[in-house]
C-alpha cells in the first residue's frame, strides 16, 4: 500500500479557487491510479476525478467537470486538485487515495480504493 497525505483545504468565498496536494509514497507508485474524493457533513464520500496510472488521463465527475483539473509533478510524487468556480456545495473533507485497479483504467467508487489520506478540509462560503 501507498500512504498518501493531503494539504491545501481551507476557507474560500463562492467563485473562488482553491488548490489541494496529494503527496504520495511507497513502492511501486506508478502502477497506482490515484483518485479524489469528497465527504460532504453528514452525506456519503462520492468520486470526484480519478487518475489512470500509466498515462495520468483523467476523468472528472459531472458535478466538477470543466470546474476542477488534476495534475502531478512526478518529481515530487505530488498530485494536485485545481478547484476554480467553487461552490457552496463543494464544501467537504477532500481525500486523495490510490489502488492499482486491476484490469481497469479508472474507477470514482470509494470501494475500489485500498489506500487513503486522512483528508482535508474545503469550505464555501460568504
Known amino acids: 500500500q501507498l500512504q498518501l497525505v493531503e494539504s491545501g483545504g481551507g476557507s474560500v468565498q463562492p467563485g473562488g479557487s482553491l488548490t489541494l496536494s496529494c503527496t504520495v509514497s511507497?513502492?511501486?507508485?506508478?502502477?497506482?491510479?490515484i483518485g479524489w474524493f469528497r465527504q460532504p457533513h453528514g452525506q456519503e464520500r462520492e468520486g470526484v476525478s480519478c487518475?489512470?496510472?500509466?498515462?495520468?488521463?483523467?476523468i472528472y465527475a459531472d458535478s466538477v467537470k470543466g470546474r476542477f483539473t488534476v495534475s502531478r509533478d512526478n518529481a515530487k510524487n505530488v498530485v494536485y486538485l485545481q478547484m476554480n468556480s467553487l461552490k457552496p456545495e463543494d464544501t467537504a473533507v477532500y481525500y486523495c487515495?490510490?489502488?492499482?485497479?486491476?484490469?481497469?483504467?479508472?474507477?470514482?467508487?470509494?470501494?475500489?480504493?485500498?489506500?487513503w489520506g486522512q483528508g482535508t478540509q474545503v469550505v464555501v462560503s460568504a
Open positions: 487515495a490510490a489502488d492499482y485497479l486491476y484490469g481497469r483504467s479508472w474507477s470514482l467508487k470509494e470501494d475500489d480504493f485500498s489506500s
Open positions: 511507497g513502492v511501486n507508485r506508478e502502477y497506482y491510479a
Open positions: 487518475s489512470r496510472a500509466t498515462d495520468g488521463m483523467t
